[in-house]
């Protein structure tokens, strides 16, 4: 028996019979509470009727009574509240703060067999499995799990924002400068998601508006900003940013970040900073007043052709400076496209429209991820191998949260395919 499980079955009131507390008085639960996840008892506001007395309080659960006196929340004032003291075993007299006398329900007999044996199954499958309701999903009703998907991007969009609101603080509250960083950032990916975020921070807009229309110069700005035209180089095209990196450095007083921070090993090469960065100078450039721009867009192919720009001619022959490779234009392609819709635009869009009040913006950017198809990576696969596919991108990103935040913590109580799969 866990803490949890008993928390879930009083949360949802999941209780067998007629109850009554150790006293033999009837208990009768007008309202169970809410779920404290913060410091103290571990539900609030709760109604419950003892004897025909209504009680309004908190109210704490234990497996063992015991808990009670080993927590030490007899000697603790933030439980003077409770009203009720629930657990599976009462092993121990207790007492509330300054020794009133506490109320206590013992449910061990209450809880059905079946929900502690399918709560077993999920908690402690026979073996190791990805998803820990993968045998038992086949019971769920399919139009359940797509509306708990419709929630779940919702969470995932949340999620996603909290970072919008980390750079929007930091931007002292400029939608522009936040949208370059933002872009910048997920522009790294994983491996370089770090250094060019910085980098960004290194190269204001007003600095690059300076210079939008000289393609080479806001290269020159990028790759010197980042450590990664420093030595000889015997192409011309190195060495010419570097000419126009040192002209421009004196002028605006700038300073490079460490070019060790940057990531090469195990990258794709059309991954390569050097091929990013030309890419982000490249939309940068041509883009003036970014985000507002952006703002007009609500159409998905639209923001695909938007952001799928390509590297200066001199990439099309290297990944790095002075090493040849067979020719190639390195654009960003739409794969790539998409995961700055999906990562950057669309969070900073919700957000926009979360702080502005505005239903239909948020509305915009849901709609963004439903028009794009559902991304590919191991944990699409997983679900895939359990009958559960994503249609678009707001199905994927609702099954990734899924996943991350449920599954692979085998966080089953408080998920809502688990919540049927409990009760069924």
Same mark, same amino acid.
């Given at each position: 028996?866990?803490?949890?499980?008993?928390?879930?079955?009083?949360?949802?009131?999941?209780?067998?019979?007629?109850?009554?507390?150790?006293?033999?008085?009837?208990?009768?639960?007008?309202?169970?509470?809410?779920?404290?996840?913060?410091?103290?008892?571990?539900?609030?506001?709760?109604?419950? @009727?003892?004897?025909?007395?209504?009680?309004?309080?908190?109210?704490?659960?234990?497996?063992?009574?015991?808990?009670?006196?080993?927590?030490?929340?007899?000697?603790? &004032?933030?439980?003077?509240?409770?009203?009720?003291?629930?657990?599976?075993?009462?092993?121990?007299?207790?007492?509330?703060?300054?020794?009133?006398?506490?109320?206590?329900?013992?449910?061990?007999?209450?809880?059905?067999?079946?929900?502690?044996?399918?709560?077993?199954?999920?908690?402690?499958?026979?073996?190791?499995?990805? $998803?820990?309701?993968?045998?038992?999903?086949?019971?769920?009703?399919?139009?359940?799990?797509?509306?708990?998907?419709?929630?779940l991007v919702l969470e995932r969009m949340e999620r996603k924002c909290a970072v919008v609101r980390r750079l929007l603080g930091e931007s002292r509250g400029s939608w522009e400068q936040c949208c370059y960083w933002l872009l910048a950032h997920y522009f790294g990916g994983k491996a370089n998601a770090l250094p060019f975020e910085l980098l960004a921070k290194s190269v204001s807009l007003g600095l690059m508006a300076r210079w939008r229309d000289n393609l080479q110069r806001c290269e020159a700005l990028y790759f010197g900003q980042a450590g990664l035209i420093e030595g000889y180089y015997e192409d011309d095209y190195p060495r010419h940013l570097q000419s126009d990196y040192q002209a421009l450095r004196k002028g605006a007083g700038l300073t490079p970040i460490s070019s060790h921070l940057w990531k090469f090993f195990r990258l794709r090469p059309c991954a390569f900073?050097?091929?990013?960065?030309?890419?982000?100078?490249?939309?940068?450039?041509?883009?003036?007043?970014?985000?507002?721009?952006?703002?007009?867009?609500?159409?998905?192919?639209?923001?695909? @052709?938007?952001?799928?720009?390509?590297?200066?001619?001199?990439?099309?022959?290297?990944?790095?400076?002075? @090493?040849?490779?067979?020719?190639? &234009?390195?654009?960003?392609?739409?794969?790539?496209?998409?995961?700055?819709?999906?990562?950057?635009?669309?969070?900073?869009?919700?957000?926009?429209?979360?702080?502005?009040?505005?239903?239909?913006?948020?509305?915009?950017? $849901?709609?963004?991820?439903?028009?794009?198809?559902?991304?590919?990576?191991?944990?699409?696969?997983?679900?895939?191998?359990?009958?559960?596919?994503?249609?678009?991108?707001?199905?994927?990103?609702?099954?990734?949260?899924?996943?991350?935040?449920?599954?692979?913590?085998?966080?089953?109580?408080?998920?809502?395919?688990?919540?049927? $799969?409990?009760?069924?």
């Amino acid at each position: 028996m866990t803490e949890a499980f008993l928390q879930y079955v009083w949360q949802h009131q999941l209780l067998d019979g007629g109850l009554a507390t150790t006293d033999g008085l009837p208990l009768v639960v007008e309202r169970a509470g809410l779920l404290n996840r913060d410091a103290g008892p571990d539900f609030l506001n709760a109604q419950v @009727r003892i004897g025909g007395t209504l009680w309004a309080g908190n109210v704490e659960v234990h497996v063992k009574s015991s808990d009670w006196n080993q927590h030490k929340h007899s000697h603790n &004032p933030d439980y003077d509240t409770v009203i009720l003291h629930v657990v599976y075993a009462d092993d121990a007299a207790v007492a509330a703060f300054g020794g009133r006398p506490l109320p206590t329900l013992v449910v061990a007999s209450h809880i059905p067999e079946a929900l502690w044996n399918n709560y077993e199954a999920l908690a402690n499958p026979p073996e190791p499995l990805d $998803i820990p309701c993968q045998n038992h999903l086949a019971e769920v009703p399919r139009f359940h799990i797509a509306s708990y998907l419709e929630r779940l991007v919702l969470e995932r969009m949340e999620r996603k924002c909290a970072v919008v609101r980390r750079l929007l603080g930091e931007s002292r509250g400029s939608w522009e400068q936040c949208c370059y960083w933002l872009l910048a950032h997920y522009f790294g990916g994983k491996a370089n998601a770090l250094p060019f975020e910085l980098l960004a921070k290194s190269v204001s807009l007003g600095l690059m508006a300076r210079w939008r229309d000289n393609l080479q110069r806001c290269e020159a700005l990028y790759f010197g900003q980042a450590g990664l035209i420093e030595g000889y180089y015997e192409d011309d095209y190195p060495r010419h940013l570097q000419s126009d990196y040192q002209a421009l450095r004196k002028g605006a007083g700038l300073t490079p970040i460490s070019s060790h921070l940057w990531k090469f090993f195990r990258l794709r090469p059309c991954a390569f900073p050097t091929i990013r960065i030309s890419q982000f100078a490249r939309l940068v450039s041509q883009s003036e007043n970014l985000f507002s721009r952006l703002l007009e867009t609500a159409d998905a192919e639209d923001l695909q @052709r938007f952001f799928n720009v390509q590297a200066s001619p001199y990439w099309t022959h290297h990944f790095q400076f002075d @090493r040849p490779s067979p020719g190639k &234009p390195k654009s960003l392609g739409c794969d790539f496209a998409d995961v700055l819709i999906i990562n950057a635009w669309v969070p900073l869009l919700f957000e926009y429209g979360v702080q502005h009040g505005s239903q239909q913006l948020k509305d915009q950017a $849901i709609d963004i991820l439903q028009q794009l198809k559902p991304e590919r990576n191991a944990i699409l696969r997983r679900w895939a191998c359990c009958g559960v596919k994503a249609a678009n991108a707001a199905d994927s990103q609702a099954l990734i949260q899924l996943y991350t935040c449920y599954c692979d913590p085998h966080d089953c109580l408080h998920c809502q395919i688990g919540y049927k $799969i409990l009760t069924h």
